[in-house]
């Protein structure tokens, strides 16, 4: 899965050794590395349970990490064959899909314009310190509203963009997460973590679940039961949703490799739980607080109160009641651990003043308590 180049490891996906015609498929490294996976002792002599496992994707890049740059691997080189200059993708006003586009095109000078076509969510300090960054990092700023107004207008301007779905969840991205689930099986075989029974993920976009899904099936792990936990409402992203999106997938695979077996009628709706959105996507909950209080106090792990803490608080509902002591249950943490302080440091808190005026409303005051000039 490695070679090296210019003295440094780069990392192939597994895929393309499992059936390699899916060399041809389009893809770029984002420097996606295989991501540890270790036992969360201390956690689980809390919720009396031996064998909670986590798999690290919070640190899949140096530059940003979470579940997007498996995706983005697969779709950054899709807008270059389609000779596309500018790429338009959505999210909240505190998106870690929209962020890690924007951070990847920049730190790796892809060349890609990026503009980002935002909605509300609840705002919090990290929703404002992610508004700057988008700008520090040179995302142009747009209201979905006024795209979702004035499409053809805008997508004139930007001179006939790609349009990414939120979260990367397309059947390009979502490879990204097929291939993840075979990193997991080698990690499986090697004696890092003994096979789950329970794998826990978040259900945002579906391309994280849909890929997983989908790749244990094709990996031999499909009696690894997977437990999603919904962070948006079942309108917007159902377990429907999620089968369609990993038919898709396969079918996008088959149509580069013959090799790939055609699974499409085994695949199922997957089982989602939305017990912990907590009403509203982006809205901060007393459980996911709680989740976030614990992982850092106990493993030094932070979680975040859109997506991931309200997935942990669910893995301890489930924990609890199933009486779960013995058997292993592995957590996927889509979140970034990588840390962007140097980036903050150089935010002041006026630099709101710069970003589109309807995105001013945001800073009615100092939240992320950025230095003011």
Request: hydrophobic share 40%.
């Amino acid at each position: 899965m490695y070679k090296f180049y210019e003295g440094k490891i780069m990392r192939t996906p597994f895929l393309f050794d499992i059936y390699p015609d899916l060399k041809e498929i389009p893809w770029r490294s984002l420097d996606v590395q295989i991501t540890p996976v270790h036992r969360l002792k201390k956690m689980g002599d809390y919720l009396g349970c031996s064998n909670i496992w986590i798999k690290r994707d919070d640190v899949s890049t140096p530059h940003y990490g979470g579940n997007k740059p498996r995706k983005l691997e697969f779709i950054f080189p899709v807008v270059k064959l389609q000779q596309k200059k500018t790429i338009v993708t959505m999210g909240g006003i505190g998106s870690n899909h929209c962020l890690a586009t924007t951070i990847l095109n920049n730190r790796l000078n892809l060349g890609f314009k990026i503009a980002l076509a935002l909605f509300q969510q609840e705002l919090t300090a990290d929703v404002q310190k992610k508004l700057l960054l988008y700008q520090h990092f040179g995302a142009r700023l747009i209201q979905e509203e006024a795209l979702v107004r004035d499409q053809a207008k805008i997508f004139a301007e930007l001179g006939n963009p790609y349009f990414l779905m939120a979260g990367g969840s397309n059947s390009e991205g979502t490879v990204g997460f097929v291939d993840a689930a075979f990193e997991l099986k080698s990690q499986i075989e090697k004696g890092e973590i003994p096979k789950p029974k329970f794998l826990v993920v978040t259900l945002g976009s579906a391309g994280t679940l849909a890929g997983l899904m989908l790749g244990l099936k094709l990996a031999g792990l499909d009696d690894v039961e997977i437990l999603g936990n919904g962070v948006v409402d079942k309108k917007t992203t159902s377990p429907r949703n999620v089968r369609n999106l990993a038919k898709s997938t396969l079918k996008r695979m088959r149509s580069f490799s013959d090799a790939v077996p055609d699974i499409s009628t085994s695949i199922e709706k997957p089982f989602v739980s939305y017990d912990f959105l907590g009403g509203e996507y982006g809205k901060v909950t007393p459980e996911g607080k709680k989740a976030i209080e614990l992982m850092d106090e106990l493993e030094g792990i932070h979680l975040d109160t859109t997506y991931t803490a309200k997935t942990f608080a669910f893995l301890m509902d489930f924990v609890r009641k199933e009486g779960i002591k013995d058997d292993v249950i592995l957590y996927w943490n889509t979140y970034n651990s990588i840390d962007l302080s140097p980036h903050v440091k150089q935010l002041k808190f006026q630099d709101y003043l710069s970003l589109p005026k309807e995105f001013h409303q945001y800073f009615q005051e100092n939240l992320a308590g950025l230095p003011e000039e």
